[in-house]
C-alpha cells in the first residue's frame, strides 16, 4: 500500500502565508492614503500587459489553497465569486479562503495517499496522483500567485520586505 | 519522539524547478537574441531600485534548495562563490546546486525529526526547528526568488507561461 502524505503542514503553512498577504495589503493601504491615491488602483496593475492583474493574483492564490485543501481532504470546498473590486472585497476574499483552509484539520488530511488521483479544473478530464499534485503544483501554483501580487506592489512602491511575506518565524537559540 | 518528517519530495521538487528555471534562463536568451540585445543585461533588471537584481535572484534560490537539501540531510554543502556576470554562468550556478540537490537521496533524509534545530546563516545564533525551517522558511523563499526572477523576465517581455514555470506534470485520466 503506497504510504500516506504528511499533507497537513503544507496547508497549515497556506494558511500562515495568507495571514501574511492579508498584512502586505494593509501595507499598500497605508501607503496609497500616505501618497493620496485610492488604493484599489492596484486592483488592476500588472507587471506585463498579458500577466494577470493585482486582483487576480489575489484570487488565485485564495482558490489555489482552498482546492488544495479540499481535494486532499475530501471536503467540498465552497465556492467564491470573482467580483472584488475592492481592497475591502480582497480581504474578504482571503478571510473566506482563511475560513475553510482553517477548517480542515490534521486528522482530515491524515489518510491522504501519494497515489490518490485528484481532479484538476483544468485540463478537462485530468488529474495528477496526490504527490505530484501537491508538491508539483499547489505548492509552486499558490507561491507563484502570492509573491506575483507582492511583486507588483514593490514594483509600484509600496515599502515591503521579504518579513513581510514570510510573516514572523519561531526563531530559536542555535 | 517526534515524528519524522516527509521532506524527500520537497527537496526533489526543489530540484524539478530549479531544471525548469534553467529552461526559462534559455527563452530569455532566444528573446534576447530575436531583439538582438546582449542577454547578459537581464542580470542587473530589478523590479524596483531596492529589490535584489536577477542576478541575486537566481543565486538565492540556488542556495535556498542547495543549504535546506544540506541542513536536512546533514551533508555539508558546497560552497559557491557569488561571481556570475552572464547566463552561462547562471547556468552553471544551478548545475552546480542542482548536482548537490540530487545526489542527496530518500535515505538520507529519511531521519529528520520534526523538531531538529536547524541553525541559520542570519540571523547570528538563531535557528529554526526543522518543521518550521522546512515549511515556514526554505519553501516561500525557494519560490519567492524563482518567481521574481520569472517576474523579472517577464515584465522585460519575455515570451514565458505558467507551464514554463511548473514545467510539465505527469497528467492522468481523470
Known amino acids: 500500500m503506497p504510504p500516506a502524505m504528511e499533507t497537513y503542514p503544507v496547508i497549515k503553512q497556506f494558511g500562515r502565508t495568507l495571514r501574511n498577504l492579508d498584512a502586505v495589503l494593509e501595507k499598500a493601504t497605508k501607503y496609497a492614503e500616505a501618497r ?4 484599489n488602483n492596484f486592483l488592476q496593475q500588472r507587471l506585463f500587459p498579458d500577466m494577470l492583474p493585482f486582483v487576480a493574483q489575489i484570487r488565485i492564490a485564495c482558490d489555489n489553497a482552498k482546492t488544495g485543501a479540499a481535494n486532499l481532504s475530501g471536503k467540498p470546498a465552497p465556492k467564491h465569486e470573482d467580483t472584488e473590486k475592492t481592497f475591502e472585497e480582497l480581504h474578504a476574499r ?3 479562503a482563511l475560513a475553510f483552509v482553517d477548517s480542515v484539520t490534521e486528522a482530515d488530511l491524515a489518510q491522504v495517499k501519494e497515489d490518490l488521483p485528484v481532479k484538476l479544473a483544468y485540463p478537462p478530464n485530468k488529474g495528477l496522483r496526490a504527490n505530484d499534485y501537491l508538491f508539483g503544483r499547489q505548492i509552486p501554483n499558490f507561491y507563484f500567485h502570492v509573491v506575483t501580487a507582492y511583486d507588483i506592489l514593490r514594483h ?3 515599502d515591503l520586505g521579504k518579513s513581510d511575506y514570510l510573516g514572523d518565524l ?3 537559540d542555535a
Not at 493620496?36 to 488604493?39: I, P, T
Request: no cysteine; charged share 25%; glycine share 8%.
Open 36 to 39: 493620496k491615491f485610492d488604493v
Open 94 to 96: 482571503i478571510a473566506k
Open 156 to 158: 509600484n512602491g509600496v
Open 170 to 172: 519561531p526563531l530559536i
